[in-house]
């Protein structure tokens, strides 16, 4: 039997980062999925189904250190720094929020 855990997530960025909340998480067994969070693995519509995931810890990217090592990448001549995963969802969320922050600043200025 494999081990599945159940895992509450507040909102997702996009089908790749999802925003976590601490919160507790409770073990289940496969019966579980099957039967009472009626799993479907199939149906790629179906909200609920397990995943496999990946976490990143990126909270020292937002330090000085993680500046440096964003430079670093930016500033080499090495593009297979892009092909590796974790930078490109450190790259992505960090867009993200960048865009968000951009768009309520000029939505702030256009209302006021």
Not at 34 to 52: G, H, Q, R
Not at 55 to 79: F, M, P, T
Request: aromatic share 10%; no cysteine.
């Amino acid at each position: 039997m494999a081990d599945k855990v159940t895992l509450q997530v507040q909102e997702m960025e996009n089908d790749k980062i999802a925003k976590i909340v601490l919160r507790s998480s409770s073990h289940v067994d496969n019966r579980f999925f099957s039967e009472i969070m009626d799993e479907n693995t199939e149906n790629l519509d179906f909200k609920n189904y397990p995943v496999k995931i990946l976490a990143i810890k990126i909270n020292w990217i937002l330090s000085d250190q993680g500046e440096a090592y964003l430079n670093a990448i930016n500033n080499s001549e090495n593009l297979d720094l892009y092909d590796n995963e974790a930078n490109q969802t450190i790259i992505e969320y960090l867009y993200i929020q960048h865009v968000s922050f951009i768009m309520r600043y000029f939505i702030t200025l256009l209302i006021g």
